[in-house]
């Protein structure tokens, strides 16, 4: 069975100032992991993902989140955000089988 | 637009009642998922299709619960006899199986409040 973590429910960050959201996993198996973003009333958005290869992965965005298989970590960042970036994000595992099990969310605010 | 659609947006139903709810994945894509968000938590998977074939269904999905996916294309979520606990966002997810984990491209949900 696979679990997802992360650590902090709520982010609150002022706009220009870098931000962290720590994601852990569990499996029992090689993993794909994935960042989703939700806006308010929408659907999930693909943020990035780490499939293989380079633990670095980065989003068009800004978004970079680093892969740490010795600490079975995925966390998420953003050196500098701004004021669209306030939503929640999803960290999310799966199996070679696509089904995603997800983490409890974080909700970033971005303050001005 | 070309990317999943759901349908409807939003229900409100009187607990008891059965609500069913429709998907349109992305045309060329063969899976198709379900899952559930409830308020402050992240989505929780239901059961997916492969094609027609409904290949896993979670604990979480109830007798009260049925999926269909009849020709391979569009799918439908039943709930009979909803309770207040079914209020919540149901996602439609679907991607293309035969590339290493493609992504899942998600609809906008339907969002079940029972009253």
């Known amino acids: 069975a696979q679990s997802v973590t992360q650590l902090d429910s709520q982010v609150p960050v002022f706009e220009e100032a870098p931000v962290e959201l720590r994601c852990n996993y569990s499996?029992?198996?090689?993993?794909?992991l994935f960042w989703y973003v939700q806006y308010p009333n929408q659907g999930l958005q693909l943020l990035l993902k780490?499939?293989?290869?380079?633990?670095l992965v980065e989003s068009i965005n800004g978004f970079e989140a680093e892969f740490n298989k010795s600490q079975t970590s995925f966390h998420l960042r953003k050196p500098s955000v701004h004021i669209s970036d306030t939503a929640e994000y999803f960290c999310?595992?799966?199996?070679?089988?696509?089904?995603?099990?997800f983490g409890g969310g974080t909700r970033v605010l971005v303050k001005p | 637009d070309t990317g999943v659609s759901q349908d409807p947006r939003h229900k409100i139903t009187k607990r008891g009642q059965n609500v069913t709810f429709r998907c349109d994945p992305i045309?060329?894509?063969?899976?198709l998922y379900w899952y559930r968000q409830t308020l402050g938590q992240g989505p929780e998977f239901l059961t997916y299709?492969?094609?027609?074939?409904?290949?896993?269904k979670s604990r979480l999905l109830s007798d009260r619960f049925s999926a269909e996916r009849p020709k391979g294309s569009f799918s439908t979520l039943e709930i009979q006899r909803t309770e207040q606990g079914d209020s919540a966002m149901y996602l439609c997810?679907?991607?293309?199986?035969?590339?290493?984990?493609?992504?899942?491209?998600f609809g906008q949900g339907t969002r079940l409040t029972v009253v």
């Open positions: 780490y499939l293989s290869g380079s633990t």
């Open positions: 499996s029992s198996v090689s993993v794909y």
């Open positions: 045309s060329e894509h063969n899976r």
């Open positions: 299709f492969q094609n027609e074939a409904q290949l896993e």
């Open positions: 999310a595992v799966s199996d070679s089988g696509n089904k995603l099990t």
């Open positions: 997810a679907s991607s293309l199986i035969g590339q290493a984990n493609t992504e899942a491209f």
